[in-house]
Nanobody, 126 residues
Framework: QVQLVESGGGLVQAGGSLRLSCAAS????????MGWFRQAPGKEREFVATISRSGGSTIFADSVKGRFTISRDNAKNVVYLQMNSLKPEDTAVYFCAARGVRYGLGSRSLNEYDYWGQGTQVTVSS
């Protein structure tokens, strides 16, 4: 089993930046590809970014490409989401997720992740 805890959310003005962190425990973090998803009020949870278990491959949603960066530090069991040039439409609860140990690469599909954190709120004001 893997436990995930997100942190770093908060209120920021449009154009600002935040860095989210996801700390993992329970099993070897480096075994898992990781993903970030977000869910705005009244909307379905959507893909944001993913990173392979080695950190060598990343994928971003079109809506955040060029503004967000995903990275990981396997020695510290932490994955990060650096969010720059934030827009009001980025407002959502952001969730960290770990994919099954069978997969070295991440996925855009939330159904392919086995473990989830509780989420951290990001609010971007106009």
């Amino acid at each position: 089993q893997v436990q995930l805890v997100e942190s770093g959310g908060g209120l920021v003005q449009a154009g600002g930046s935040l860095r989210l962190s996801c700390a993992a425990s329970g099993r070897t973090f480096s075994n898992y590809a990781m993903g970030w998803f977000r869910q705005a009020p009244g909307k379905e949870r959507e893909f944001v970014a993913t990173i392979s278990r080695s950190g060598g491959s990343t994928i971003f949603a079109d809506s955040v490409k060029g503004r967000f960066t995903i990275s990981r530090d396997n020695a510290k069991n932490v994955v990060y989401l650096q969010m720059n040039s934030l827009k009001p439409e980025d407002t959502a609860v952001y969730f960290c997720a770990a994919r099954g140990v069978r997969y070295g690469l991440g996925s855009r599909s939330l159904n392919e992740y086995d473990y989830w954190g509780q989420g951290t709120q990001v609010t971007v004001s106009s």
